[in-house]
């Protein structure tokens, strides 16, 4: 079958590799129909993230059953699914607290054997362990397109959200408008949010935002945190979220946060940063950082899908075939597509 192959930084290839075969009771065989290329397939393509050369990438992906286990309840042969993007065991004391994000076991799709050594979902096919629950049937009306999102990006933003202790008329901002950052947006407004603040410097994505229904702020061209203050009464924000994951974003997260509020940090942090944490710790604020818990979301984010209160739909920027990967992520790269979906 084809695969899309990390080679070396900013090499990937479409090669022939061998069929996945079941393996534990609880695995299935999955014939995928689309698979997204992520932000954090960037980090691997830029080397950031190693992963060895020839290993199968992606971890988005919605396709049918084609073969089960004898352990698999949840899902059949023959259904539609859309897979998290990483597995989780379910019995460890992590996955017994409901942080599937930390389980112990847990595999990420396409990162090589640092995480997990499980093959990626820029496939023809794909072997999905802990099926049950990895994996959830997708509702008939919901495209495959929209639950692709399930699975990693809305179910990030959503968490972005949820994990960051949104109230129903809570005044929210989210600084960074690729597709995390506008799924954070929808999922924002979908709980509630009085008003929601959208921060970045690219028109187009600030334009998006706005049909979401956000206030759009220009991060440059204008002070968002003068406008973000004139809005809230001098106040500030409830909850300031960073969809972007460097120390610039995750500052002015915390300068545009009220007294006694929330910042989220969803992008993926790495290093050490100088951050204002005395002003941090001088506003009392709680800062809530991590990968998100997809798998805890993916039912209730499923369900919002389903019901149209989030349409992740026109984040989708290009469709292109899977023997296009590797201009894939060079448009990608270049910023030149918002979300690009590949079809075997
Ligand atoms: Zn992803
Ligand atoms: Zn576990």
Known sequence: MRAVTFQSPEQVRVEEKAEPELVAGDDTIVQVEASGVCGSDLHIYHGRVPVEAGFTIGHEFVGTVLAAGEDVQRVAVGDRVVGCFHTACATCTPCLRGDYHRCANGQTFGHGSHLGNLQGAQAERLLVPRSNLTLRRVPDSVSSDVALFAGDVMGTGF????????????????????????????????????????????????????????????????????????????????????????????????????????????????????????????????????????????????ALLEAGTLDPAPIVSNHMSLDDAAEAYGIFDRREALKIVLTP
């Open 159 to 302: 968490h972005a959200i949820a994990h960051g202790g949104m109230r129903t008329g809570d005044t929210v901002a989210v600084l960074g408008l690729g597709p995390v950052g506008l799924c954070a947006v929808q999922s924002a407004l979908a709980g509630g949010a009085v008003e929601v603040f959208a921060i970045d410097t690219v028109a187009e994505r600030l334009a998006m935002a706005a049909s979401f229904g956000a206030t759009p702020l220009h991060l440059t061209e204008q002070d968002p945190k003068r406008e973000v203050r004139a809005a809230t009464g001098g106040a500030g924000v409830d909850l300031a979220v960073d969809a972007v994951g460097n120390p610039e974003p995750l500052a002015l997260a915390i300068s545009l946060a009220r007294d006694a509020g929330t910042v989220s940090g969803i992008g993926a942090y790495s290093g050490r940063a100088e951050i204002p944490l005395g002003l941090a710790w001088l506003k009392g604020l709680d800062l809530r950082l991590g990968v998100a818990n997809v798998i805890a979301h993916v039912d209730r984010v499923l």
